[in-house]
């Protein structure tokens, strides 16, 4: 494996870049900061996050990628990664949320032609939508009817992060006379377009996830974005960086809630039982049992990161390629997305475990909150397991097999 496009170290800004990379760095940090301070009491409610994605739109956030000329921030997805991974650390469930949001919407600009891709992007800065969707396969899929002008779309779909808040929504839908899966946009409030809060998952409660049924839902070709065929002959190489784009915002959001918990969990040892119970003393912070665990804790961290950085650059590099990237390039990037995958899914679930182990049992009690991060995390790698990415890795490495092309759930 050779990596080509990896870069040693972060590509060079221009000044003005760099500035408004730091903006809303800024913006990330003090949104987050707002997130953290009610996050246990918010979680807890489980309300459909109205209030969050006003929040997230007040701060500027929906419009981060949207092209300046198109009426948003114009920024990277460095940034938004960035962004996405701060907002994370304070409530994964809206990491989550953002992270979709800006996958969802740059979508267009994948699988559509970019007239089209500018008019959704400029009608979404201008009413500043927030997206949901959901690329999952599923049986039966989703079915696309052909009529005489367009298509009805027809079938259920189940769990699609933002489902209960988005202006707009982008889904997996199957051709019926072809057989082709494509990339649907939908308005949910049209005729015929069904909302079901029924999720109820244990973890990740205000991603505002839930089904949506589709009868008969008009659909013109201007909302078909374009082919989600895995053939290599019918999706580009750069058109296939949609799979290591989308994956790489759920490491971001793994990063994220490991990084907060440990964040988190620190403060609470550091506080010791003085500040908080004396009568459930937390471990003290010169145990060397204690010591150990941050330690193992921070490396498998730390070593996550890495690997997510190094992915980063090398997913850089094949963006701005663009039409001249390969389909072996391609999968370098991909597999070095799945390493990172695989390496913030074992840190996460280490990191959310083990600092209730840390803390002890005053981690039990609901008013401290912090079986959040825990079942966070796990219903998000659930939902998202790393075994298919692993074994992607392996075929790569020993058979030189490119990764399939696989969208985030």
């Given at each position: 494996m050779g990596f080509a496009l990896a870069q040693s170290g972060p590509a060079?800004?221009?000044?003005?870049?760099?500035?408004?990379?730091?903006?809303?760095?800024?913006?990330?940090?003090?949104?987050?900061?707002d997130l953290a301070t009610d996050a246990v009491v918010?979680?807890?409610?489980?309300?459909?996050?109205?209030?969050?994605?006003?929040?997230?739109?007040e701060a500027g956030l929906l419009t981060l990628?949207?092209?300046?000329?198109?009426?948003?921030?114009?920024?990277?997805?460095?940034?938004?990664y960035a962004v996405v991974r701060e907002i994370a650390a304070a409530d994964g469930a809206i990491g989550q949320l953002l992270g979709c949001h800006y996958f969802m919407s740059w979508s267009a600009r994948f699988f559509t032609e970019p007239a089209l891709a500018a008019q959704l992007g400029r009608q979404s800065a201008a009413e500043q939508w927030c997206w949901g969707g959901a690329f999952t396969r599923q049986e039966p899929p989703l079915a696309l009817n052909r009529t005489a002008g367009g298509y009805l779309l027809d079938g259920r779909q189940s769990y699609v992060t933002g489902v209960l808040v988005a202006d707009r929504l982008v889904v997996r839908a199957v051709r019926t006379d072809s057989g082709e899966p494509l990339a649907v946009v939908v308005d949910p409030a049209r005729h015929g377009v069904v909302i079901d809060g029924d999720a109820d998952p244990f973890g990740q409660r205000l991603a505002a996830g839930g089904s949506v049924e589709f009868d008969g839902v008009p659909v013109s070709?201007?909302?078909?974005?374009?082919?989600?065929?895995?053939?290599?002959?019918?999706?580009?190489?750069?058109?296939?960086?949609?799979?290591?784009?989308?994956?790489?915002?759920?490491?971001?959001?793994?990063?994220?809630?490991a990084e907060g918990v440990l964040a988190e969990a620190r403060e609470y040892s550091r506080a010791g039982h003085s500040a908080w119970d004396p009568a459930w003393p937390a471990?003290?912070?010169?145990?060397?049992?204690v010591l150990t665990t941050y330690g193992e804790l921070t490396v498998l961290t730390r070593s996550a990161s890495a690997l997510t950085?190094?992915?980063l650059e090398a997913l850089r590099g094949g963006l701005a390629r663009g039409e001249d990237l390969t389909y072996d390039e391609y999968a370098e990037i991909s597999?070095?997305?799945?390493?990172?995958?695989?390496?913030?899914?074992?840190?996460?679930?280490?990191c959310t475990a083990r600092a209730l182990d840390v803390i002890g049992a005053r981690s039990t009690s609901s008013r401290l909150g912090f079986d959040r991060f825990w079942r966070n995390a796990r219903t998000h790698t659930l939902y998202e397991p790393v075994a298919d990415r692993l074994r992607d890795v392996g075929d790569y490495f020993l058979n030189g097999a490119h990764p399939p092309f696989i969208l985030p759930a």
């Open positions: 060079p800004e221009s000044d003005r870049t760099a500035t408004d990379r730091a903006h809303w760095l800024r913006v990330a940090r003090e949104t987050a900061d918010r979680e807890q409610a489980g309300k459909v996050p109205f209030d969050e994605v006003s929040r997230l739109r990628l949207i092209p300046a000329e198109l009426g948003g921030a114009g920024e990277s997805w460095p940034t938004a070709t201007d909302d078909v974005l374009g082919s989600l065929s895995a053939d290599e002959d019918a999706l580009s190489p750069v058109a296939s960086l949609a799979s290591p784009v989308g994956r790489l915002v759920s490491v971001q959001l793994r990063l994220g809630m471990g003290s912070p010169q145990d060397p049992q950085d190094h992915a597999v070095l997305v799945a390493m990172a995958e695989a390496a913030a899914s074992r840190a996460v679930q280490e």
